[in-house]
Every structure is written in C-alpha cells, then in structure tokens.
C-alpha cells in the first residue's frame, strides 16, 4: 500500500471547537482486495470521532478510500491503517473506524479499532 494514500485526505476548522459532539460518517461501498486469493472484498466502513480543531472533509475522504480499490490488504490492517491515517491528519479527541466486511465462504468479519487522545476521557467512559 501507499505510504501516500492520507495525502488525499483534505480538513476543515472545526466549527464548534469547544463543544464535544461526535460525528458518525458511514461510508457503505468501501472495497479492496484478498491478498490471499485477489477477490475483491466489500465493506461498509463506519466512522466515529470527536472533532478537536478540524473535522475531515468528506468528498476527500471518498477519494481517500476509492484509493484502497485495487490493494490487496487484509481486513485487520485496512481498518488500522484508516485510523491511523485519519488520526495523523485531523487529530481528534477520540476516534472509532469500525469495518463490517461482507460475507465471503459464510463468513463475515467486523474489525473494530479506536483512538482516544492522551488526557482525554471519551464521554461514554464516563456513563
């Protein structure tokens, strides 16, 4: 994979950067490659975070993940490496990527992985 894919990812002041509001972005036609058997493989990729000074912008981050189309990237690594991406460029307070990986042989994987920034405590820890 390329080391270059979060150079397509584009970010916005925050509008509201003293609120803690978290938003939800769920991108439902994400695909990829087996690297095992060269199948593609669907996904819907969900996104949660918590803005601190900049929110993503979305039209970026569909061009960012139509970059995955063609790599062949086991579903664990792919949902990490999206957080990580996500995280070097917008630097939330917490961030969530939750990948649901359609059934292949019977099987379907989900692949959850999440960012809390040092010092912060995510609201839902404290319920």
């Known amino acids: 994979m390329s080391d270059d894919f979060k150079t397509i990812l584009e970010t916005f002041p925050n509008p509201f950067p003293d609120r803690h509001y978290e938003v939800e ?6 695909t990829a490659v087996c690297p095992k058997t060269g199948q593609p ?20 981050l569909k061009m960012y993940l139509q970059a995955f189309r063609n790599q062949g990237v086991f579903h ?16 939330p307070r917490w961030m969530k990527i939750t990948g649901q990986f ?18 912060y405590v995510h609201k839902r820890d404290n319920q």
């Open 25 to 30: 972005t769920i991108c439902p036609e994400f």
């Open 41 to 60: 493989d669907f996904a819907t990729i969900v996104i949660q975070y918590t803005p601190d000074k900049v929110n993503f912008e979305l039209k970026s």
């Open 76 to 91: 664990e690594a792919v949902t990490n490496r999206i957080l990580e991406d996500l995280v070097a460029v917008t630097q």
């Open 102 to 119: 359609s059934a292949r042989g019977g099987i379907r994987t989900n692949v959850y992985v999440e960012y809390v920034q040092p010092g």
